[in-house]
Each structure stands twice: as structure tokens, then as C-alpha cells.
């Protein structure tokens, strides 16, 4: 147990030192890919694009999945959406969302020392510390709370660090930090909103993969890394 408390500790001192220069620990990276799959089968992808601009990152996701069965259309996913930060303050967002043919949005400035929300499912102002939940930053293992980047909505979450695994994914091995975030409410297990398991590279810090279980078992795999 001592050994197991100290291994979380050392990590999380690990993640505050990056924490402070996001943009320099994510200055050589161009490009994610993501495969996603839907009961083991690649249903569609979500793909992150890196652009620096002096001292402003952008990160551009294009995300899309459908599935059918039976010839039946039972789910139909498109989103976009642009992440801005400033030395590694998120100062904008926004996004639009088609989830079965309806319409989502979240748009977010910095204003004031904080974050102003405008979504489809929330409108008001949040701490300055909050992260959209693309999962792309590690930084979201450590706060309480996560926007929703498809409809801004505030979702507090409490996040479990499980251990450290080996794990393959597209015939590459890597050592995974993995982690579980379930919401922070008092409704029962199999309604929460959030209750997602999220593996990071240890090395690297980037998110290689997640799960969770809705209808069947969904999956996230990192494909490409530029």
C-alpha cells in the first residue's frame, strides 16, 4: 500500500511540473488520429490538429461515427471544434455537434479571469482552471471539474489513478497510465454522465486510449501520431 501511495504521488508531482508549460510539452506535436470502435469493429475517427502561432496553440478536432444494425441507422455523430490557448490558458473554444440530427454547440472565451459559457446545455461562467473533456491534455487528471465540449455543460468528476499497464494498440506497446473519471453526484452507476476510463503514454503524457460501456463497448485507440 505505501508503495502503491507513493507511486501516485511521484506521478502527480510529475504531472504539476508539466502542467505549467503546456504549450512547450505540446510544442512537437502536429497531429492525432484516433480510431473508434463500437463493440470491436471501427466505426469512424477523430483526428487533432496542432497548429503554433507565436505564443498561441491552436488544436483544430474533426470527429465523426455512425452505426448501424440491421440496416438500421442507430447512430449518427459529426462534430468540429478549435481549442485556442495563450501559455497554456484556454482563451477560446468552440465547437458544433450533430448527434442524430440534433444540434449542439459550445462556445467559451476568457474574459475577467474567467470562462464564459455559451452551450446548448449550459450559460454562465466557470473558474479559469477547467479543461474541456478532448482528453488530448493531461491536465484534466487533475481538477474536479470538466466542460463538456459538446454542449458546455459543467460535469464534476472524481478521477481514480488505477496503475500503471502495458498495453497494445495498432501493434505498438506502451506503458499506460491508466485512470477512471466518474461524475461526482449521487445518482446511481448506470446513470451518470461520466464513467470513462482513460489510458495516457506514460512517456509521453499522450492519451493513447479510453473505453466505456453504453449499448456496448466503445472504445478510443490512438492510430497516428505526428
Known sequence: MRKYLLQIIVFYLILTFNSYSLV??????NFLKYGLYFNDKLIGQHTFEFKKKDELLYVVGVGNFTVEKLGVLLFDFKTKSEEVY???????YSSKTTQNKKEKYSNIKFA???LIIDGS??????????IVGTWWNHEIVQIGKQISPISGRLL??????LGKKDIKINNKSYRALH???LSDDDVSIDKKKLNINIWYDEE???????????FGLWEYRLLEVE
Open 204 to 214: 509521453s503524457l499522450l492519451w493513447i486510449k479510453s473505453s466505456y460501456n453504453k
Open 86 to 92: 495563450d501559455k497554456g490558458q484556454l482563451i477560446n
Open 156 to 161: 464534476p468528476q472524481k478521477v481514480s489513478f
Open 121 to 130: 446545455s449550459f450559460k454562465g461562467t466557470a473558474k479559469k482552471n477547467l
Open 112 to 114: 475577467n479571469d474567467s
Open 179 to 181: 485512470f477512471n473519471f
Open 24 to 29: 512547450e510539452h505540446y510544442k512537437n506535436l
